[in-house]
């Protein structure tokens, strides 16, 4: 009854004033979205990040999205290894700038990401002018002097994710080092992780240093990534964190989330989940999935997966410093091409019109 009065009063004032009443449901979300912002609320927890463009940021909806809810940005490329080195030996700071400048004006923090990388590194960065591959000592050096630009160019970033990836994937081997497809393997050995850190350390004594690794919930990887960091911790040698990328899915369960962020807390490194999506597929399903719709059932699934992982992030506040997202809108997810280009996915907090979705509601929710 009240519903139908509210209607009728509406089209009544759009016929004399113009002015439209919002159907309650849509009126209360919005009001809602007026006051709140994901960052704000978790703001004496930890901070909340997304990974950002200069593109991406040109469009006017996700450019307020950004400013509104997050208090960290990651540049999605710009400051990989391929964006920034030119073959001469200059560098292309244009973009990453940008993004920076971005940060600054919205006194955001920004995550550097990634000083060593086997992708997006250029291949000849691997060799010589000749196109000789380079030697270990070539390598360490010319590592040196690109971490070196890197970081002090950027001197108002704090936290570095310095090495990337360096683990296999591998079931069949407990060897902990990825060798396919690494020249930094190939040409340096297992040593260079350690090298890493150690040369950032030496660069810029202040600043938070980062492994960051995917697949952490996988028992296997896990035990892999666990055994490297502790041989470094232990070792001494300067790493103040690990990067969880969470690459997660709806059938992924909180309860291993839990593990994961305990095993690491043990080692006392600071915990930062730097690349948080939930897509709607099991990491393994590689099908096209043509004909799929973002169920009912599906969102509440992510929704549910969401407010329990935040449920769990706020609980080991002491450990965990930071929560970036990877990207802001469902449309422009990577997922959209990863791992079957054009399958459309749904991992993110806003909808492809910008719009806050039952996920986003959902962590809102898990602090009441
Ligand atoms: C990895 C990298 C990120 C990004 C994502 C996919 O997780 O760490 O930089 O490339 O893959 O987009």
């Known amino acids: 009854m009240k519903v139908i009065a509210i209607q009728l009063l509406s089209l009544f004032l759009l016929f004399v004033s113009g002015t439209v009443i919002p159907n309650p449901d849509k009126r209360n979300k919005s009001a809602e979205l007026r006051l709140v912002s994901l960052s704000k609320t978790f703001e004496s927890d930890f901070e909340i990040g997304a990974a950002v ?8 909806t996700t450019h307020k999205i950004v400013e509104r809810h997050f208090s960290s940005i990651t540049a999605e490329n710009a400051m990989k290894p391929i964006m920034l080195l030119r073959k001469n030996g200059t560098y292309n700071w244009q973009a990453a700038d940008k993004l920076v400048a971005f940060a600054k004006k919205n006194k955001m923090k920004v995550r550097g990401h990634t000083l060593l990388w086997h992708k997006q590194t250029p291949d000849w960065f691997f060799k010589d002018n000749k196109g000789k591959d380079l030697n270990k000592t070539q390598l360490y050096l010319k590592q040196y002097s690109h971490m070196k630009a890197v970081m002090e160019h950027f001197d108002s970033v704090d936290v570095w994710d310095v090495v990337n990836e360096a683990v296999s994937n591998q079931y069949n081997s407990d060897f902990i080092y990825r060798k396919k497809g ?3 393997f190939k040409i340096c050995g297992q040593q260079f992780v350690s090298k890493a850190f150690e040369m950032a350390h030496a660069i810029s004594p202040k600043k938070k240093l980062f492994y960051n690794d995917y697949g952490l919930l996988s028992k296997h990887k896990q035990d892999k990534v666990f055994r490297l960091l502790k041989g470094l ?7 103040h964190g690990i990067g969880i990328q969470a690459h997660w899915n709806i059938y992924n369960k909180a309860e291993d989330v839990e593990i994961l962020i305990q095993r690491f807390a043990s080692l006392g490194l600071d915990i930062h989940i730097t690349e948080l999506d939930v897509s709607v597929f099991k990491g393994n399903d590689q099908s096209k999935h043509r004909n799929y719709v973002f169920t ?15 449920k769990i992030f706020r609980k080991y506040k002491d450990h965990i410093s930071s929560v970036s997202f990877w990207g802001v809108r469902d449309n422009e997810s990577w997922l959209n091409q990863h791992p079957v280009n054009g399958r459309r996915n749904y991992p993110l907090l806003f909808d492809d019109q910008g719009m806050p979705k039952e996920s986003f509601y959902a962590i809102i929710q898990s602090t009441k």
């Open 53 to 60: 463009s200069n593109e991406k940021l040109s469009d006017p």
């Open 296 to 310: 009912k059932k599906d969102q509440t699934k992510q929704a549910e997966f969401y407010s329990d992982i935040f």
């Open 233 to 239: 911790v232990d070792k001494g040698v300067p790493i």
């Open 182 to 184: 690494s020249q930094w």
